[in-house]
Each structure stands twice: as C-alpha cells, then as structure tokens.
C-alpha cells in the first residue's frame, strides 16, 4: 500500500513537469492529497488514538482537497467567498488539517505560529494602535485562505508541487544507488591524506551531498555514519568530531545547485530563474566551507589531528568506477538547466531518469532487475514521505503568509524595523539577523526564511538593499539556529551519534561555522560577491578578500596557544578588512 501511493505521488509530480501547466486549485490540491497519507497513516503511530485521529484528519483532508479540485471552475467565479454551511466546513476543515499536518511533521512551533496569525486576522480588528486592522468578513478570510490563491494554493504551494518535489524525488533516487558512496569516497580520496584528514572528508562529503539532500539534518545522518565513527577511531574528540559534521552538513543547505526548498521559493518570490540563484549562491558557499576547512586546521593544530590511514583511503581505481554514479545525473543537470536554459524542474527531471537507469547496476557494473526494483521501491518511498514532510511546511507557512498579506501586518512590521533601526540600514540587518535566529529556533528554516523575508525583506530594500541580496541575507540567517544554542538541531543530531556533550558540540561548531555568521555581512559590504557572472574580476577580488577576514578572525577565535594580545589583534585585523568595502578602490 506504501509503496504504490509513494510510486503515484512521484509519477503524479513528474508527469507535471511534462504536460504543461495545470490550473493551480487542481494541481495544488492535489498535491496535499498525496501528501496526507505519509504523514496521518504511514508515519509509524502504533497507539490507538493518534491512529484513529491519523484516519480522520486523512478523511477530512482528502475530501476538501478532491472538492476543491473537482469544483475548481465554480470557486474561480466566488472569488474567494465561502456559500453555505458545506463550504465553511470544508474550509474550516482543511485549516485544521494542514495545522495537525505540520505538527506532526515537524512539531508545535510552526503550527502554533500559524494559529496566532489566524486568530489575529480574525480578531486582529479588537487591537488599539497601529497593529491592529479594519477587520473582514470571516466567510472572504476563510475562503479567501482556502478556495483561492490567497492562502494554502498560494505561490509557495506551487514552489512545493512544481519545482522541490522534483529536486527531492531527484535527492531519492541518487541516494538509493551508489550515488552517496561515490560522493564517499571522493570525497576520501580528494582529502582523507591531508592533516585532520578524517574531518575535511566530512566537510567534502557534507558538501556534496548536501547539494543533493537540502537538508541539514538528513546529510549529518547520512554522512555523519560514515564520518563519525572514522573521527572517532581516529582518536579525535568527541564534542569536535560532532560539531565538523554538524557545522558541515549545515553549509548543505546553502550548497548550490539544489541549496533545499527555501532557495526555490526565492526565486518564486522574486520572479527570477532558478539558475540566476545559483548563480549568486556558488562564491558565498565556497567561502563558507572555506572557513570551516581553515577552522578544522586550526584545530588539528590543538590536537595534534593526523591523516587518515592509507588502508581506509579507497583507490583511484574505485572512485573512478563510482563517478558516473553523480557525474552523469550532475552533468545532465547542470547541462540542461545551464546549456539548454530549460526549467529547474525539467532538468531536475531529466537528471531523476538517468538515475533511476544507474540504479540497475552496483559499483562493478553488474545489472540487476531485481536490485533495480528494491532500490527504486527505496527511491519512490523515500521521495514521496519527504515530499509530505515539505507540504506540510510550506503549506502551513502558506496560512502565515496569507494572513500578512490580508490584514496589512507584514507592511506594518516593515515600518517598525524602518522606525527601530532609525533608517540605518545596519541597524535592520541587527534586528532582521535576531528575528531569524529567534524564529529559526524552532521553526524549519525554509518557514523562517519565507516569514522573515516577507515582513523584513521589504524594509531591507527600502533601506538601499538589492532584493536578491536581501533574501540571500535573510536566507543565511534562518540557518543560524541549526547550530547556535539554545536550539540547534543538527548539533543535537550529532551529539547524540558520538555521546558528547550538546553544549561542548555547540561551542565547537560556533567557532568552526564562523563563516555563517560572517559572510551574510560580507555581502552587504560587498554585493560582487553574488554577481560573479556579471561582473567576474569585482566578485572574485571581493572573494579573496572575505577569504583573508575569514582566516584572520579565525585564526583569533580558535587559536589558543596564541597569546590573547595576538589573537586579538588577528580578529579586529580581519572583521576589519570585511567591513571595509573594496568597490572605491577598483573604482579607482
């Protein structure tokens, strides 16, 4: 039964890709159909009542969305005002539904937002001052946020339906054959014989396969079983082993070319091609994973970190057999979104095919129908419970969104940063900075970037900003809470695979992940840096720069055995050379 609701929801989400447009109050409701099973009756509840309130939240949801789907032609005329007692129902019922969804999924925070602005565009009407709102009819609210575009079929659902469904299915489908040990075992080759080998094979392997997974917490899992216990063995401390893979395996999600959901729904909500966000994303990656490789040196210098062992090395021969596994997918993608300009999902689509060819054969080549079949089973189960993950988020995010932009509040709290930070843009960034890393405590970071940057984006390009610049600033800085206390859920993860310390494991991956916090700033000072296209020798220059300030403020932050007056003077060095823009002195 799993499977073949898996195997439709994939089919269902490839076939769009292919047959052109669909009215958005089908597609997009149907998409949280298939998403309903996998988190109300397959997610692994064994009591009896959350699996009898599993069949009834499954029920109601998939009788309002076949509604919706089947009546699309009528609701288009209402413009979103609920008629009779049914349609309320149905409305009030799909609410409730994607808020249980999303607290399933991924627990109380989200959920608990979404029902505070809900109660606020209802009752928001009641509030003295400037936040409260003139108020509107309940049945234009409700129908507005669930028979129309407003709401749950907004634009994120269909970044959701269109576009990351079909990165995640694609994420599956590598992951299910040899593509993550190829990844592997590059990433072994290219780095295991260096000093603290063992740890810049996990920021390789986090690497890669973050920009695959988009998920900061699937890619610890995942390399972290391979990287931890190579750590570990090793003689490396716990609470710094933890904190590499934890600190890596974050820089994932900002990793061109998929850089998880929230950078799809950048380029939905500034109207512009995938490919441009990728663009702009590749230097300040780079510059990230740089920083935690300079940090990992200067903790191999602490603890005298030695090289992998030439025997847990893999031969060339062996990396050479297993790069078709990511090079032939990779290469078809990059070829088809860059070469061909065609869409993110098409050659998303086109990379999913060659993958799923690969998986009928192991790493010696040697076909297998029936290793083809268990591995695509993996794939589609895989694909779709993720995909159902994601719904949940965005649609419940989608209820946030719909509000702000129906009572006014997201324009209202724009003009309270503006008047907070006095017009001072810095001071914005300050204030934006705190909201995403409060929000992102508890919020996944995809909802905290598209919550963020829909009531401080807009303020931050009043105050002078480009808008993709902004969205990349706040985009960083939804990440901060996956590694700073007191909630950061891939130290938690990886704390809990190598029995150390949380706090230690923090400690250590707020220095190592310095670039997080550093870069996002260095943009500002230096907007090159997300146009290497556009203007090459400005970007790079710019790039080396931020390199220098990196390692300087890492070297005063991590270096122990230096004396403080020196370590001092190389962080003041290096935030210094950051903030000081280079734009005048190529002008001149």
Same mark, same amino acid.
């Given at each position: 039964?799993? !499977? ?14 292919? &047959? ?82 999303? =607290? ?9 937002? #979404? ?24 049945? $234009? ?47 072994? =080759? ?34 972290? #079983? ?54 702009? #994303? ?19 210098? =602490? ?39 065609? &869409? ?23 076909? $297998?129908?029936? =290793? ?6 993996? #794939? ?15 649609? /419940? !995010? ?37 909201? /995403? ?8 970071? &995809? ?6 940057? $829909? ?32 909630? /950061? ?100």
């Amino acid at each position: 039964m799993v !499977a073949a609701v898996a195997a439709a929801s994939v089919a269902y989400h490839l076939w769009l890709v292919f &047959t052109g447009l669909m009215p958005n109050l089908i597609s997009r409701p149907v998409h949280l159909a298939f998403a309903l099973p996998f988190v109300f009756l397959f997610a692994g509840e064994q009591r009896a009542m959350p699996r009898l309130s599993g069949y009834a939240f499954f029920a109601i949801g998939l009788v309002g969305c076949l509604w919706i789907a089947l009546n699309r032609d009528m609701l288009v005329d209402q413009y979103g005002a609920l008629e009779g007692w049914w349609q309320r129902a149905v409305a009030i019922g799909l609410i409730v539904t994607v808020l249980e969804m999303a =607290r399933r999924a991924i627990k109380l925070a989200l959920p608990a937002v #979404a029902v505070a602005a809900l109660a606020y565009g209802l009752l928001g009407q009641y509030l003295p001052g400037e936040l409260g709102h003139p108020g509107m009819p309940v049945d $234009s609210f409700l129908g507005t946020l669930t028979i129309a575009e407003g709401g749950l079929w907004g634009p994120l659902a269909g970044v959701s339906v269109n576009v990351v469904a079909v990165f995640v299915i694609l994420g599956a489908v590598m992951s299910a054959g040899e593509g993550g040990e190829a990844f592997m075992t590059l990433a072994q =080759r290219l780095a295991g014989r260096l000093k603290a080998g063992a740890a810049k094979v996990s920021i390789l392997a986090s690497a890669f396969f973050g920009s695959i997974s988009g998920s900061a917490s699937a890619n610890v899992a995942s390399t972290g #079983a391979v990287t931890l216990p190579a750590m570990r063995r090793l003689g490396y401390p716990a609470s710094f082993a933890a904190a590499v893979e934890a600190t890596a395996s974050t820089g994932g999600q900002i990793m061109p070319p998929l850089m998880g959901a929230g950078a799809f729904v950048m380029a939905e909500l500034l109207g512009r091609p995938y490919a441009d966000i990728v663009t702009a #994303a590749i230097l300040p990656a780079l510059l990230f994973f740089f920083a935690v490789w300079i940090a990992v040196d200067r903790f191999a210098a =602490r603890y005298g970190l030695k090289a992998m062992s030439r025997d847990d090395i893999p031969a060339v021969r062996r990396v050479l057999r297993l790069a078709p596994f990511f090079l032939v997918p990779f290469g078809l993608l990059l070829f088809v979104l860059f070469a061909m300009g065609r &869409t993110a999902q098409f050659a998303a689509a086109i990379a999913i095919f060659a993958s799923g060819a690969l998986l009928v054969t192991d790493a010696r080549y040697r076909p $297998s129908l029936r =290793r083809w079949a268990s591995r695509l089973h993996e #794939a589609v189960v895989t694909a779709a419970g993720q995909i159902a993950v994601i719904a949940s988020i965005i649609l /419940c !995010a989608s209820l946030v969104i719909g509000v702000l932009n129906l009572t006014g509040l997201g324009i209202k709290i724009t003009s309270l940063i503006i008047s907070l930070s006095g017009g001072e843009l810095w001071a914005a960034l300050l204030l934006t900075a705190l909201a /995403c890393l409060v929000l992102g405590m508890e919020v996944p970071t &995809t909802a905290a970037y598209v919550i963020c940057v $829909s009531v401080a984006g807009p303020a931050l390009q009043e105050l002078g900003l480009p808008p993709l610049l902004a969205h990349l600033f706040v985009f960083w800085y939804a990440l901060l809470s996956t590694i700073t206390p007191p909630v /950061c859920g891939t130290v938690f993860i990886a704390a809990g695979m190598t029995g150390a310390p949380w706090m230690s494991v923090a400690g250590h991956a707020m220095r190592l992940g310095l670039g997080l916090y550093l870069v996002p700033l260095a943009l500002v000072v230096e907007p090159a840096l997300i146009a290497p296209a556009a203007m090459p020798a400005a970007a790079f220059a710019a790039a080396a720069k931020t390199a220098l300030a990196l390692w300087l403020v890492s070297r005063g932050v991590i270096a122990a055995d230096r004396p403080w007056i020196e370590r001092a003077a190389a962080t003041a060095a290096g935030l210094a050379i950051l903030f000081v823009p280079l734009s005048p002195y190529l002008a001149g």
